[in-house]
């Protein structure tokens, strides 16, 4: 249509097909598996800082895990600076895949960005060009014009084009979700933390609670909670 222009089709191919092949780079990327042939490469990569994360041997790799990494239960394997395990990917999200998982997450805002555009574009064309509902009214039973609302005009282009307009809400709220995913990853960037530490935070900040309003109420219970 002359709202969207012809150029988009070979666009939206070429921006949908990068999509594709950024999200098999990331499925099939190496996210720092932990094996006993790779176990120097990332043992001296972090400090253990004796809170968090102190050494500790994984029965299941044979191998004593570094600093910032977790045995996956799903992958069923040790990641280096293990983030979580992403179902988007398929795999883990770790120290050496995790600026394309980023690169993913900011790209497919992007997509959903564009394809909300183009989507608006399309319901401007047939609500105005086609259907022409700027210039439509209906009559009341006492036979007075009335301009068609916004409101109407919106029911009667659901009713009309369902397919459109739930791609278009679909497009939207999708977009919105993985803007607001992808702001809590960059803060995680910007902060030097992974999504793991602040798990692993919140549990120790909910025990030292815990344990700071039993002392509260039984001074004695010390040893018992230690």
């Keep these: 249509t002359a709202r969207v222009g012809e150029i988009q089709k070979p666009l939206s191919l070429a921006i949908v097909g990068f999509g594709m092949a950024l999200h098999q780079f990331c499925c099939y990327s190496d996210p720092g598996v932990i094996t006993k042939d790779s176990f120097k490469e ?8 004796g809170i968090l994360y102190a050494p500790k041997y994984c029965e299941s790799c044979q191998v004593v895990r570094p600093a910032r990494s977790k ?3 799903i992958c069923d394997r040790c990641v280096s600076k293990f983030d979580h395990h992403c179902p988007w990917i398929n795999t883990c999200a770790g120290e050496r ?5 980023l690169a993913f997450l900011v790209y497919h805002c992007f997509v959903c960005a564009y394809g ?5 574009r399309m319901v401007a064309w047939l609500a105005l060009d086609v259907h022409k509902l700027h210039d439509a009214y209906y009559v009341t039973s006492a ?17 009309s ?7 278009l809400f679909f497009c939207a709220v999708m977009g919105l979700v993985i803007a607001c995913f992808t702001g809590y990853h960059l803060y995680l960037v910007a902060t030097g933390f992974t999504t793991n530490e602040t798990y692993k935070w919140g549990d120790l900040q909910a025990e030292q609670r815990r344990h700071k309003r039993a002392l509260a109420l039984d001074p004695q219970t010390t040893d018992r909670l230690a």
């Design 42 to 49: 990332f043992i001296d990569g972090f400090p253990y800082d």
């Design 71 to 73: 045995h996956c239960s």
């Design 161 to 167: 084009h369902p397919a459109v307009c739930s791609m």
């Design 143 to 159: 036979g007075q014009h009335v301009r068609v609302s916004f409101l109407v005009g919106l029911q009667y282009m659901v009713a």
């Design 97 to 101: 895949n995790y600026r394309f998982f």
């Design 116 to 120: 909300t555009a183009m989507l608006v």
